[in-house]
Structure formats: structure tokens, C-alpha cells
Nanobody, 117 residues
Framework: QVQVVESGGGLAQPGGSLRLSCAASGITFSLYTMGWYRQAPGKQRELVAN???????RYVDSVKGRFTVSRDNAKNTAWLQMNSLEPEDTAVYYC???????????WGQGTQVTISA
């Protein structure tokens, strides 16, 4: 059974930092592109950052220079380091694992990130 679990969300002040974790089990983690998505109230879910099986990263423009995605295949875990947080970063953040050509896709349950003074 595949499980994808996010953790690390919470409340932070503007300018602060949070580190999200995504732990997966039941799959060969190294074979999956790992993506972080977020969905704010009233908005569509958007891709924030992803990291491929080979370690290539991609970021949405609004988080470039502030967020860093990384992974450790030996630990079946990925992270999203979020710095210089802004109120606009408030959303539920989801972890997604997608196999080659999108044949398989697994989602976590989401973790709430709230940025407020």
C-alpha cells in the first residue's frame, strides 16, 4: 500500500521560514518525480516546485529564490525549505509523486501553511 505523508506545516510570521517534509512508502521513491503543490482558498491548485528522478528542479516564479526543493532517495523523503515567507504563501501544501509519463500518481493529505503576523 502506497502512503504519502506531509508534515511540517504550521503558522509562521512574514519573513519567517518553514520546512515541509514528504515521506513515502510502498513505492520505489527514486523512480518518481516529486512535486510540491499548494491550494489557497478560492484558488486552483498550483505546482510550486518539483524535483525529478535525476535531481532537476523547477520552481514557479513566485517562489524562486525563496523556496528550495530537495530529496533523499535513500530515506524516501523530500523536503521543501521555505524562506522569506509571505502572506500570499498561505495555502494547503500537497506532496505528489508521479511516475514516468504520469502513469502513476500519488498524493499526500496536505499540510496547512499559514503566514500571518
Amino acid at each position: 500500500q502506497v502512503q504519502v505523508v506531509e508534515s511540517g506545516g504550521g503558522l509562521a510570521q512574514p519573513g519567517g521560514s518553514l520546512r515541509l517534509s514528504c515521506a513515502a512508502s510502498g513505492i520505489t521513491f527514486s523512480l518518481y518525480t516529486m512535486g510540491w503543490y499548494r491550494q489557497a482558498p478560492g484558488k486552483q491548485r498550483e505546482l510550486v516546485a518539483n524535483i525529478t528522478q535525476g535531481g532537476t528542479t523547477r520552481y514557479v516564479d513566485s517562489v524562486k529564490g525563496r523556496f528550495t526543493v530537495s530529496r533523499d532517495n535513500a530515506k524516501n523523503t523530500a523536503w521543501l525549505q521555505m524562506n522569506s515567507l509571505e502572506p500570499e504563501d498561505t495555502a494547503v501544501y500537497y506532496c505528489n509523486l508521479e511516475s514516468f509519463a504520469g502513469i502513476r500518481s500519488y498524493w499526500g493529505q496536505g499540510t496547512q501553511v499559514t503566514i500571518s503576523a
